[in-house]
């Protein structure tokens, strides 16, 4: 800018300084031009006239906040890095595996079965570490396995059902929301599933279809009623070897980069907790984020309100 208006004044000179015009309305005219002024003077009366009529100040320019729309089309927003949700089971019979799983880096959900030795105690210290607690509900299953205290069985009519599922979430302090603990025969069942949800909206928690029977209709369910929830995508220790331990977190880290999202379930077991003590800390350079799956549930409820 100062450029630009030091340009204007040498073109302005000749005029302020009384030198001639080449402009059409002099030509052929009987006016004598002046004698040209000496280098010097001419200098000399510029910087005397820049003294006196110095340019104006430019004023540097206020940011404008950017509207919503403009700052979620900005080339500087990234999108989101891919997210993984870890999911504990089965915390609350063992006090050394629980508060080891308690102590593992990052925003883990740990689902703590109720009436448990521990379950207070883990699910206090899981908070207080940053853990997102879960109530991990325990459903019956096909194979009629022992399912413990609180358990949800087909005999129940409602009123006994959802008596239990709401003292079994009294039971677990700073619970966030529930997946089934077993459940392939429970989940299955519209109308039970019907029961769960209803439990689970009006406390205004999540579910996390554990997916333990390819026919559940636990998500279905849940969408249905208006419940935020989740599906399983990855059992970590399904079988309990180091190398498949370690192939079945691979493979859900290739979920997370591939859909944007991925949720893996794993225990207690000391070659899972060996497994993810080593890898936890490295997924922040591999571009991986660890979330809680209530968080997760909360970027997409953000994301699908966003026009």
Same mark, same amino acid.
């Given at each position: 800018?100062?450029?630009?208006?030091?340009?204007?004044?040498?073109?302005?000179? =000749?005029?302020?300084?009384?030198?001639?015009?080449?402009?059409?309305?002099?030509?052929?005219?009987?006016?004598?031009?002046?004698? !040209?002024?000496?280098?010097?003077?001419?200098?000399?009366?510029? @910087?005397?006239?820049?003294?006196?009529?110095?340019?104006?100040?430019?004023?540097?320019?206020?940011?404008?906040? =950017?509207?919503?729309?403009?700052?979620?089309?900005?080339?500087?927003?990234? =999108?989101?890095?891919?997210?993984?949700?870890?999911?504990?089971?089965?915390?609350?019979? #063992?006090?050394?595996?629980?508060?080891?799983?308690?102590?593992? !880096?990052?925003?883990?959900?740990?689902?703590?079965? !109720?009436?448990?030795?521990?379950?207070?105690?883990?699910?206090?210290?899981?908070?207080?570490?940053?853990?997102?607690?879960?109530?991990?509900? =325990?459903?019956? #299953?096909?194979?009629?396995?022992?399912?413990?205290?609180?358990?949800?069985?087909?005999?129940?009519?409602?009123?006994?059902?959802?008596?239990?599922?709401?003292?079994?979430?009294?039971?677990?302090?700073?619970?966030?929301?529930?997946? #089934? $603990?077993?459940?392939?025969?429970?989940?299955?069942?519209?109308?039970?599933? $019907?029961?769960?949800?209803?439990?689970?909206?009006?406390?205004?928690?999540?579910?996390?279809?554990?997916?333990?029977?390819?026919?559940?209709?636990?998500?279905?369910?849940?969408?249905?009623?208006?419940? !935020?929830?989740?599906?399983?995508?990855?059992?970590?220790? $399904?079988?309990?070897?180091? @190398?498949?331990?370690?192939?079945?977190?691979?493979?859900?880290?290739?979920?997370?980069?591939?859909?944007?999202?991925?949720?893996?379930?794993?225990?207690?077991?000391?070659?899972?907790?060996?497994?993810?003590?080593?890898?936890?800390?490295?997924?922040?350079?591999?571009?991986?984020?660890?979330?809680?799956?209530?968080?997760?549930?909360?970027?997409?409820?953000?994301?699908?309100?966003?026009?």
């Amino acid at each position: 800018m100062r450029g630009v208006l030091a340009a204007l004044c040498l073109l302005a000179l =000749p005029l302020m300084l009384g030198g001639t015009s080449s402009s059409p309305a002099f030509a052929g005219s009987d006016l004598r031009a002046p004698l !040209p002024m000496p280098a010097r003077d001419r200098h000399e009366q510029l @910087l005397r006239w820049l003294a006196l009529n110095p340019p104006p100040a430019i004023e540097a320019p206020v940011a404008t906040p =950017p509207t919503p729309a403009e700052a979620s089309s900005s080339p500087m927003t990234r =999108p989101l890095a891919p997210r993984l949700v870890i999911i504990i089971d089965d915390i609350g019979n #063992n006090l050394q595996q629980g508060e080891r799983s308690a102590g593992l !880096p990052g925003p883990l959900n740990l689902a703590i079965l !109720p009436y448990t030795p521990h379950a207070t105690h883990l699910a206090t210290l899981g908070h207080a570490q940053g853990k997102e607690i879960m109530l991990h509900a =325990p459903m019956e #299953n096909h194979q009629q396995l022992a399912l413990g205290p609180g358990a949800l069985t087909l005999g129940m009519d409602r009123s006994g059902f959802t008596e239990q599922l709401a003292e079994s979430l009294d039971s677990v302090p700073f619970v966030r929301g529930v997946n #089934n $603990h077993m459940g392939s025969l429970m989940t299955e069942q519209a109308q039970q599933m $019907h029961w769960t949800m209803g439990v689970l909206q009006e406390r205004g928690l999540f579910f996390v279809d554990s997916r333990t029977s390819s026919n559940t209709v636990g998500a279905r369910t849940a969408e249905a009623v208006g419940v !935020p929830h989740l599906s399983r995508q990855v059992f970590l220790d $399904h079988e309990r070897d180091p @190398l498949a331990i370690a192939d079945a977190f691979e493979r859900g880290l290739r979920i997370a980069r591939q859909t944007g999202t991925a949720v893996l379930i794993g225990h207690p077991y000391p070659e899972t907790l060996d497994l993810l003590e080593q890898r936890l800390p490295e997924l922040e350079a591999e571009g991986i984020s660890l979330v809680s799956a209530g968080q997760l549930i909360g970027q997409q409820q953000v994301a699908h309100k966003t026009p």
